[in-house]
């Protein structure tokens, strides 16, 4: 063998630290999306552990106070103390948010892989429900279904699952496309050749290369199932003695509160959501440009 | 059709929900609905004027009882009253309504009918005469006259008769009609309504010719469109003469922003006027925990009437104990010497969580982890149902009063409520008794066990409580044949109140305003208190709405 | 383009109206509930009063509607109405049918939502092809990222917030409505400025509602498009930023996002159905949103249906008109 | 078309001979160039200097990642973020680029010196067809020509890369790789332009189309008399269609020959590693390679980048930079061994 | 003894129906273990060379015929047969980059098929595989070993992907295109592995490619496809210094051989592009020779013992079966 490895220079990397400091410096909308995330978080996390849950509840309070020392955020006309509210409201939006969002990207992913790996009569039957359904609006069948359920038995968690019901196609398909083309990438080829089994492939060689893409479909379902609960409030459909962020929102806008001079009331829960969701587009934004293979100029 | 220049200081708009399909103006359409401008058409035999608490003859010119036993009455018809097309109005007509209504199965009085006529017959051209099969001593006041939103008008048999399926027959905006307005424009948007010259009103004498000359209802979307605040809005800017009832704060911040804005009750609160609709706390009385008169008055022990007055009425003294509205005649009655004392003695409206939970354990429960009350590892279901768009200020703090008092309480505003509080399922229903006007035997009758459906069946007529009690069934069956100005009745009728208050058949919240907001910038003369014109209520959607119309005076 | 392609298309929409009726009609069938009797309850209660024999009365509509057969022949019965487009009745309105109420609405929202939609999708697209474009100035760039965030705000915030101090404080707009109360509808200039001045604020709120959602979207494509070697080859090639931008950049960029189109058009109903309410507009979320909250069945499914339908047909048609876009594109 | 061995024999010689009288159309000099990344500053371009006639054809090649790519792409100022052109000047004709305008630059692109990139496959709208994307580049840099004589002169350059004119209304998509790289070639020589860079322009091909590409150049070229620059790493491509060779290593021109002398008397040990390393007909299954592995741009070793891999190496290679030496005949060599015998020639 | 591995009238057609590609079109040839060797299989672009790699291992499915391994179908094997098939059977491919995943660093590339195939019994026996498989390509182990794809070079990284079919110890290795996207200077040290591999080892190598010069300097036997058809077999020397098919000679003719006394492209060039197949000889269309006959599809003809080629310029000559195409490619 004549050729010689000659100890190549070895070139120093920053630490992983700085490589990640470097990252979000040059990708500004996940840094302000994570930076406002975190700012909820904290904000919530702190609020849950001062508060007295009791105030975010009807006449706990002075009705009707602007803000002032006492009550941060001001209170409402049925007694409710904002600033708790607030805090169990962001709690409960991001229950919501969290687990319609999980269970959808879940079921998505889990589809998606089946659909495109597997190929053949089950591809086609996923992939042709999930074309078939896509048109019909999601709302609209949140609505039916959360007509049907029983009033009294819903909670948080229900409400999370009616939006998860019809949330899980959107994923399920990017998934698929996505699979469908790594599947054909020849790192894929080679794993079958040692010998690993579609198991492994799958969960081994495909899903953490889709991991982006993962997290991308994550936050959009996040994002879907924070206004998907916001707009079941809207309508009525939800459990309207919780705090909710939709439901304060709601009630303020029915005890017409900004003709009333009450501007306190919808603002608080209108800056949250805006908070909320603006974060996660922008997280998005940031994702997208993570998933984007072209994009990603450095490891 | 061409339709006429009519200036804004001649045009009264008003802000409604309109609903209606275009070009249904047939009374007897199945759906037809007398609220979005329909009054302005059809005209019964008589008006009541409620805060004046006085008949207003109308197409009739008298209705009495010939009969000491209210088994007859005469109707006399106003020789001047003609339809719109030139045709006069006769006992043809009036016979053909009641026929109508009696026969067939889809009007809202066939019960009525079918329940009290032995007959009717045209006497003459202008008298008929109506035959009851049983004393009916409130049919005239309750069937034939029109008020709020109840009694029949009368509609034209020559139209009405060449119709094969009148309940399916739309009418159309020519429709001959005896009303002093005609339809002149009409989509989604608003409902034009133009003065008739011919108003046969006029020329009988009845009133003077309006000022009014257009009407416009314009779709607000109701309760479930276009936000409250946004009315108010347009109401300032003089966009809208009136619109529908809203609440306290609203109208104080109409007022502070347009002075010109006033109410029933002027400048001052509570800004309206009784509604004929108090609210209860409603439930069945047949099913656990509910069928316990201790736990239901333990209830009523928590529930703090003087915060509900501060909180949602800025301090107006709106919470009640009664059933009925306090109009004048009702008035009368709880003033009773009689009825004063049951109060004293039973205290309704007593607040005291002591007491409360004093009977609680004498019921039976024990208060858990989460201070509420338990038995056999069941909290109560105190679930308030109810209506959004008119109760979304009230029940969050009932429920939180009795959430307080230990009771497992929630909001549920589902649209399915009034078909639960039918069904009786467990719960809580804040609904209203739309029942007494005069006297209390229509609101007392509401707990008579003829109508106390049992579990399983659906109860009619908002008749939720399922109440049974036969010693309160015979002091109502007593009452039914008597007059109201009979002293026995009124005797039976405060002895009836005390089983409803000692028993706690539901527990009374409040009496029902309506906080109607009158632009006087272009009209003046709205009914008020100061000023009760022909002492109906302001409602221009209910059936007096075109008394108030056009009693109307157009601004200086 | 094949016969059997057409064929499989409509299949496809015949598939996807069957499968919208099929979850209409079957979710709320889970549940106990009786729509037809909730309606008169309604009645009654809006009245105050209901006639006794209130049962009767419910039985024999329950008949006329078919709410009495078998849950299967219920099925077929519906579906055949829905193959002969009789989409039912409104039990709410009636006896309007929700073809009627479609008819009714549909003038007012079709401006509307296809005016604003289209907006949104042009605007949109452009912020965020520039956006993702390299020579764009950052303040557009930063203002494209502002639109994302004003996604964070629901159009139904937007729509009462405009309302309140474009419309009531500052007097720039009418609060709501199609026309200025009394005006009687005529052709000519004077009615059809006033219907579009009080379109304004509405399609300013459903514009910001979907504006960021394009923008989003179309960034992702235009990074990847820009990577592409035929827009740097374009640069080679002399061309000026210009051209390149439009003719290179954009229009590929742009094929995607086309498809996002018709399905965009579904969700931005769900924008509708409040910010329609809010301002007081007559169209189809107006109704829409009084169905829901009155639970007016036969209209929710039907105005469901016709959307689906909508959508999905609009679907097809972009996908008919790809090929025109992209030549690399064929039916067969 | 029918090339024959004598016509390509004697039209090289005339070629050969006209040269010397030929003007200079492109000179670069002390081009630098760094790509500034995570893990520091690459200097993918080391003052490199480089000259060319009228009609001269120069092969660059060299290793991967050696700035093959990155010195092209200078001289048509399109090196972009997080790449800077340092210093240098590159003077095509009489035109200095580096101190054109932004606008002038656009303008100078394509009808000055033109290039056909790597990857032909994916270089033209998939979207537009191929006449259009011929007429856009002529927009780009002419007025007041007809629509019609647009056509006709697009029509005509396609004529001249051997496709037919039907393909002016074709899209990308319905052409081979062959295909589309020849319209690239088209594209490329619209203009006439004094210099054309093709950046490996059928390393993608497989060896009958690769040929009939080569020609095309080749045949276009001599038509307009432009330089060429070819850039690839194909040794055998380079002895069969260009007069010189330059050779890169690490950022830097190592070498600078003729293609006879680099095939005969390569002088630069990393040329001489390159030629022993070709195949060749008669010595079946032997091969030679070039030990070791291309340097990293970020962190070159000190002295000669080559020297960890040299065969030659001297002390003094170990921690000086050689300087470029011109030697006799114009040959120019980067490499400390040259560096006496250059001073003797000077001398 | 069955052997290794037999291609019995093997036919891979895409889209069979109205726009049907015939990739490959009955071929057969047979590789025996006692006899490893390097078998070139040639072709310009879409001939089918990856096609046949795809149907060798398994990936895709024959349309027609057969594919032996040890005299099994492949497409029948079950467990153990399998298991051993896959072990046996390995690929190096074009692209050094795309065969590893992003995700991992390259130890990945060398760790699974150790675990898989249970190649190990232990982590330090498996290192120790490594590095041995890793040196014997010229690698130094504790340089490449916890790297990234992205940072070896592209001949680092192919020697990892032969270093991987090493510790497999393979009977049969399938290399497609292996060294064209390989620098020049790389690919000398890469072909040089895959020879020692074939000599060393004893594996069977199937060197897919479309650049004659390494294929004449590594294989034993050549297989010039087109379109899916063998066009010409035989051993290197013949095919690549006496080609004798129009279509072999062209492709000999294109190499641009670094050599300045060798001029380029002495044959006309007819554009692939407008060629139709019909029922004929498949390079009809470009054929500098084409004559009536050639509209039937012509057999293979024997030149030389160690040369056949599918052309009528030869009908004379004696005929050969396709089955017995093996017997004209030396080993
Ligand atoms: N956009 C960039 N960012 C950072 N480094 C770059 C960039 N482009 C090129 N480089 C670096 O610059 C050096 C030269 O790259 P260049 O593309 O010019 O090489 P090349 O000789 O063309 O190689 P190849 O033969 O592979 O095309 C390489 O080390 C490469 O990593
Ligand atoms: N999955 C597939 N579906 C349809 N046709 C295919 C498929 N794979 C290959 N083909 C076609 O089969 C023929 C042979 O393809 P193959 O990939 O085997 O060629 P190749 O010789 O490897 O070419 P290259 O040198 O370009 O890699 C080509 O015409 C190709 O277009
Ligand atoms: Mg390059
Ligand atoms: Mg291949």
Redesign the pocket.
């Given at each position: 063998m004549s050729s010689v490895s000659l100890n190549q220079n070895l070139i120093k990397r920053p630490g992983r630290l700085v490589l990640l400091g470097r990252y979000l410096r040059r990708n500004p909308s996940l840094t302000i999306g994570l930076a406002i995330m975190l700012g909820l978080t904290i904000f919530t996390v702190y609020g849950l552990l001062t508060i007295n849950p009791k105030d975010a509840y009807p006449l706990a309070v002075r009705p009707q106070q602007p803000p002032s020392w006492k009550y941060p955020l001001g209170t409402d006309f049925f007694g409710r103390d904002l600033y708790p509210a607030m805090v169990i409201g962001l709690w409960q939006t991001a229950i919501i948010g969290l687990f319609a969002g999980a269970l959808g990207t879940i079921v998505g992913t889990v589809l998606g892989f089946l659909s495109a790996y597997f190929g053949g009569i089950l591809d086609k039957t996923i992939s042709t429900i999930c074309q078939i359904l896509i048109p019909i609006p999601a709302f609209l069948i949140h609505v039916i279904i959360a007509g049907a359920i029983d009033k009294r038995s819903v909670t948080i968690l229900t409400m999370a699952f009616v939006v998860f019901m019809l949330a899980w196609m959107g994923p399920t398909l990017v998934i698929r496309a996505q699979v469908l083309t790594m599947k054909e990438r020849q790192f894929v080829s080679v794993a079958k050749l040692s010998g690993m089994n579609s198991f492994g492939i799958i969960f081994r060689e495909i899903l953490p290369n889709l991991l982006p893409f993962i997290a991308a479909a994550f936050v959009n379902q996040v994002f879907q199932a924070v206004f998907a609960s916001l707009y079941l409030s809207v309508v009525g459909l939800g459990p309207l003695r919780e705090p909710l962020l939709g439901n304060t929102l709601w009630s303020a806008q029915s005890q017409a509160a900004f003709f009333n001079g009450w501007w306190w009331w919808p603002i608080g829960p209108t800056v949250a959501l805006a908070l909320i969701l603006a974060s996660l587009a922008l997280i998005n934004m940031g994702i997208d440009e993570l998933a984007n293979p072209r994009i990603r100029t450095s490891e | 059709q061409e339709v006429a220049d009519i200036p804004r200081e001649d045009t009264l708009h008003l802000g409604w929900s309109l609903t209606s399909p275009i070009g249904t103006t047939n009374p007897w359409l199945a759906g037809y609905t007398h609220q979005q401008g329909e009054a302005l058409q059809w005209e019964p035999l008589s008006y009541f004027g409620i805060f004046t608490d006085k008949e207003i003859p109308w197409l009739a010119d008298s209705m009495e009882y010939t009969k000491d036993d209210f088994t007859e009455l005469v109707i006399k018809l106003n020789p001047m009253a003609k339809w719109s097309d030139g045709v006069s109005v006769t006992s043809r007509d009036v016979v053909f309504t009641f026929e109508g209504q009696k026969n067939i199965g889809t009007l809202p009085y066939n019960a009525a009918f079918n329940q009290f006529m032995e007959s009717v017959e045209a006497v003459d051209d202008l008298t008929v005469k109506l035959t009851f099969n049983q004393p009916a001593p409130r049919f005239k006041f309750e069937v034939l006259t029109l008020k709020f939103d109840t009694g029949i008008p009368i509609v034209p048999a020559h139209v009405l008769e060449a119709v094969e399926e009148v309940s399916e027959f739309e009418g159309g905006a020519d429709m001959p009609h005896s009303g002093p307005y005609s339809i002149v424009s009409w989509d989604v948007n608003q409902k034009v309504y133009d003065l008739r010259e011919d108003w046969w009103a006029v020329e009988a004498g009845r009133i003077d010719t309006p000022d009014v000359k257009r009407v416009v209802y314009f779709n607000i979307g109701g309760q479930v469109g276009q936000g409250m605040d946004i009315v108010a809005q347009r109401v300032v800017n003089s966009e809208l003469d009136s619109a529908l009832d809203m609440r306290s704060s609203v109208i104080d911040n109409i007022i502070a922003n347009n002075p010109k804005v006033t109410t029933h009750s002027g400048d001052q609160p509570p800004y309206g006027y009784l509604d004929w609709w108090p609210n209860s706390l409603w439930m069945n009385t047949q099913l656990a925990p509910y069928d316990d008169a201790r736990v239901r008055r333990a209830m009523s022990l928590v529930i703090n009437r003087g915060l509900i007055n501060d909180f949602v009425y800025e301090g107006a003294e709106i919470a009640t104990i009664y059933p009925f509205p306090l109009y004048p005649g009702l008035q009368a009655f709880v003033d009773s010497p009689a009825v004063k004392a049951l109060e004293e003695e039973l205290q309704p409206g007593l607040y005291d969580p002591d007491a409360s939970a004093a009977l609680m354990e004498e019921a039976g429960f024990t208060m858990n982890r989460d201070d509420l009350w338990e038995k056999d590892g069941e909290t109560v279901d105190a679930t308030i149902l109810g209506f959004e768009g008119i109760h979304s200020d009230i029940v969050p703090i009932l429920v939180e009063m009795l959430r307080n008092g230990g009771f497992d309480s929630d909001v549920s505003f589902v649209q399915d409520a009034y078909q639960q509080m039918g069904d009786g399922v467990a719960g809580l229903y804040m609904f209203g008794h739309g029942a007494s006007l005069k006297d209390p035997y229509a609101a007392l009758e509401l707990y008579h066990s003829r109508f106390s459906a049992a579990n399983g069946t659906s109860a009619g007529g908002n008749r939720f409580s399922r109440y049974i009690n036969p010693e309160y069934d015979a002091i109502l069956d007593e009452m039914a044949p008597l007059s109201d100005d009979d002293p026995r009745f009124q005797e039976l009728a405060a002895e009836a109140l005390g089983i409803y208050w000692s028993e706690q058949i539901d527990i009374p919240i409040i009496q029902w305003l309506h906080r109607i907001p009158y632009n006087q910038t272009n009209w003046t003369n709205w009914p008020t208190t100061a000023n009760p014109a022909m002492g109906t209520n302001g409602a221009f959607w209910a059936h007096t709405g075109m008394l108030v119309i056009t009693n109307l005076e157009a601004a200086e | 383009m094949s016969l059997k392609y057409i064929g499989q298309r409509i299949l496809y929409l015949f598939l996807v109206v069957w499968a919208a009726s099929t979850i209409t009609f079957f979710i709320p069938r889970l549940s106990s509930r009786n729509p037809v009797r909730e309606r008169f309850a309604e009645l009654a209660r809006m009245g105050g009063f209901a006639p006794a024999d209130l049962e009767k009365i419910i039985a024999d509509y329950s008949r006329a509607f078919g709410l009495d057969k078998p849950l299967f022949q219920q099925y077929f019965d519906y579906l055949a109405g829905i193959a002969r487009f009789d989409l039912g009745v409104s039990l709410n309105l009636y006896p309007k049918t929700v073809a009627m109420l479609l008819w009714e609405s549909l003038p007012w929202t079709i401006g509307l939502l296809i005016v604003t939609t289209i907006l949104a999708f042009v605007i949109g697209n452009l912020l965020g092809a520039l956006s993702a474009w390299p020579q764009t100035p950052n303040w557009i760039r930063g203002f494209a990222t502002s639109f994302v965030m004003l996604q964070g705000v629901p159009p139904v915030l937007l729509a009462i917030l405009l309302i309140f101090f474009i419309g009531f404080k500052l007097k720039l707009a009418p609060l709501g409505g199609v026309y200025s109360i009394g005006t009687i509808p005529e052709f000519s200039l004077s009615f059809i400025l006033n219907l579009l001045w009080h379109q304004m604020l509405p399609a300013l709120a459903l514009i910001f509602g979907s504006l960021g959602g394009w923008v989003l979207s179309m960034r992702g494509m235009g990074v990847t498009i820009q990577g592409e070697d035929y827009v740097t080859y374009a640069e080679h090639k002399g061309l000026g930023a210009r051209t390149i931008f439009r003719d290179y950049y954009l229009r590929n960029a742009l094929l995607p996002q086309v498809t996002g189109f018709a399905l965009a058009l579904g969700n931005v109903v769900v924008n509708a159905i409040v910010v329609e309410s809010i301002f007081g507009l007559p169209g189809v979320g107006s109704v829409l949103f009084a169905a829901i909250r009155s639970n007016d069945f036969l209209v929710i499914y039907g105005i469901v249906l016709f959307i689906t339908m909508g959508v999905a047909t609009l679907m097809i048609i972009v996908e008919l008109l790809y090929p025109l876009l992209d030549p690399r594109i064929k039916h067969t | 078309m029918t090339t024959t061995t004598q016509a390509a024999a004697t039209q090289a010689a005339t070629t050969q001979a006209a040269q010397s009288e030929r003007e200079t159309v492109l000179t670069v000099t002390d081009l630098v160039v760094s790509y500034y990344t995570d893990a520091g500053r690459a200097k993918a371009l080391d003052k490199v200097n480089l000259t060319l006639k009228a009609g001269e054809k120069i092969g660059l090649v060299g290793e991967s990642g050696s700035g093959k790519s990155t010195m092209a792409l200078a001289m048509m100022r399109m090196i972009k973020a997080p790449g800077r052109i340092e210093a240098g000047n590159v003077v095509v004709g009489d035109i200095d680029l580096m101190s054109l305008s932004d606008k002038d630059m656009l303008q100078a692109r394509l009808s000055q010196i033109a290039y056909i990139p790597q990857g032909a496959m994916n270089s033209l709208n998939p979207v537009t067809r191929i006449g259009s994307q011929l007429v856009d580049a002529m927009k780009a840099h002419t007025k007041d020509v007809s629509k019609e004589e647009m056509k006709e002169r697009a029509i005509a350059a396609l004529e001249s890369v051997e496709l037919k004119p039907e393909v002016f209304k074709m899209y990308a998509h319905e052409l081979s790789g062959g295909m589309k790289q020849r319209v690239c070639i088209a594209i490329g020589i619209l203009l006439e332009p004094k210099v054309i860079i093709a950046d490996e322009p059928t390393s993608a091909l497989?060896v009958v189309t690769q040929r009939q590409v080569m020609e095309t150049i080749n045949r276009i070229q001599e038509q307009i008399g432009a330089a060429v620059i070819l850039i690839g790493h194909d040794m055998g491509l380079m002895a069969q269609s260009m007069d010189k060779v330059a050779v890169m290593y690490a950022g830097r021109l190592v070498e600078v020959s003729t293609v006879r002398e680099m095939f005969t008397d390569p002088k630069h040990p990393y040329s001489q590693a390159l030629i022993r390393s070709l195949p060749k007909l008669e010595e079946k299954g032997v091969f030679e390679g070039i030990p070791g592995m291309a340097p990293s741009l970020l962190r070159l070793p000190n002295g000669c980048a080559f020297h960890p891999r040299c065969r030659d190496v001297m002390d003094h290679c170990k921690t000086t930079r050689p300087e470029n030496q011109v030697l006799t005949g114009g040959r120019r060599v980067t490499c400390h061994l040259y560096a006496e015998e250059n001073e003797k020639a000077v001398a | 003894m069955a052997p290794l591995l037999e291609f019995k009238n093997v036919s891979?057609i895409?889209?069979p129906g109205k726009d049907e590609?015939?990739?490959?079109d009955n071929l057969s040839f047979t590789l025996k273990e006692e006899e490893p060797t390097i078998l070139t299989v040639a ?12 149907l060798l291992l398994g990936f895709?499915s024959a349309t027609h015929g057969q594919i032996l391994y040890k005299g099994k179908d492949i497409d029948n094997l079950r467990g153990k047969e399998k298991v051993a098939f896959r072990k046996e059977v390995q690929a190096v491919f074009?692209d050094p980059f795309a065969v590893f995943n992003p995700f991992y660093t390259v130890d990945h590339l060398l760790e699974v098929p150790i675990n898989r195939f249970k190649i190990a019994s232990n982590k330090h026996e498996a290192r120790e595989k490594m590095n041995e498989a890793l040196t014997a390509v010229g690698l130094q182990p504790d340089e490449i070993l916890g790297r990234y794809p992205h940072q070896l070079s592209g001949g680092q990284r192919q020697r990892i992907n032969i270093a991987r079919a090493l510790i497999m110890r393979p009977k049969i290795l399938i290399a497609?295109?292996p060294v064209s996207m390989v620098d020049a200077s790389l690919r000398a040290n890469i072909l040089e592995t895959l020879q020692v591999l074939q000599k060393d080892y004893g594996v069977s190598i199937i060197y897919?490619t479309?650049d004659l010069t390494t294929a004449f300097h590594i294989a034993d036997s050549i297989m010039v496809?087109y379109?899916?058809s063998v066009m010409e077999a035989g051993g290197v020397d013949e095919v690549i210094k006496t080609p004798q098919h129009p279509y072999t000679q062209l492709l000999v003719d294109s190499i641009p051989w670094p050599d300045l006394n060798r001029r380029w492209g002495q044959t006309d060039l007819v554009p692939s592009e407008d060629s139709v197949i019909g029922t004929g000889c498949k390079f009809y269309s470009r054929c500098p020779h084409a004559m009536d006959v050639c509209k039937s599809r012509p057999g293979l003809f024997q030149l030389e013992p160690y040369q056949t080629a599918s052309c009528y310029l030869y009908k004379d000559k004696p005929e050969l079966k396709t089955e017995a195409l093996s017997s004209v490619l030396p080993v």
């Open positions: - | - | - | 497989d | 891979k895409y889209n590609t015939v990739a490959l072709g310009e672009s879409g001939s089918g060379k990856t096609t046949l790699a795809m895709i074009q497609d295109e897919i479309h496809l379109r899916g």
